[in-house]
Nanobody, 129 residues
Framework: QVQLVESGGGLVQAGGSLRLACASSGRTFSTLAMGWFRQAPGKEREFVAAITRSGDSTYYADSVKGRFTISRDNAKNTVYLQMNSLKPEDTAVYYC??????????????????????WGQGTQVTVSS
């Protein structure tokens, strides 16, 4: 089993920044592909960012590209999401997810929630205008 715990959410004004962290335990972290998803009230869960098991490739939703950065520290079993220039439409519960396969040759698969095997409990991010 893999356990994921998110932290770093909170309330911030538009234009501000937050850094989310997701700590993993229960399995060798370096074998896992990691992703961030978010879900606003009344909306479907949507892809935000993903990173391969080695950290050599990253993927972003168009809505956050250039503002958000995903990274990982395999020595600390932790994946991060640095969020800059936050907008009110970024308000959502943010979820960390882990994929056991760890690598896909087609980047599309990293954006699909159904491909991920484990999920954290979520952390609330609220951006005020």
């Amino acid at each position: 089993q893999v356990q994921l715990v998110e932290s770093g959410g909170g309330l911030v004004q538009a234009g501000g920044s937050l850094r989310l962290a997701c700590a993993s335990s229960g399995r060798t972290f370096s074998t896992l592909a990691m992703g961030w998803f978010r879900q606003a009230p009344g909306k479907e869960r949507e892809f935000v960012a993903a990173i391969t098991r080695s950290g050599d490739s990253t993927y972003y939703a168009d809505s956050v590209k250039g503002r958000f950065t995903i990274s990982r520290d395999n020595a600390k079993n932790t994946v991060y999401l640095q969020m800059n220039s936050l907008k009110p439409e970024d308000t959502a519960v943010y979820y960390c997810a882990a994929d056991l396969i760890g690598y896909y040759s087609i980047s599309y698969y990293y954006t699909q929630a159904r491909k991920y095997d484990y999920w954290g409990q979520g952390t609330q991010v609220t951006v005020s205008s």
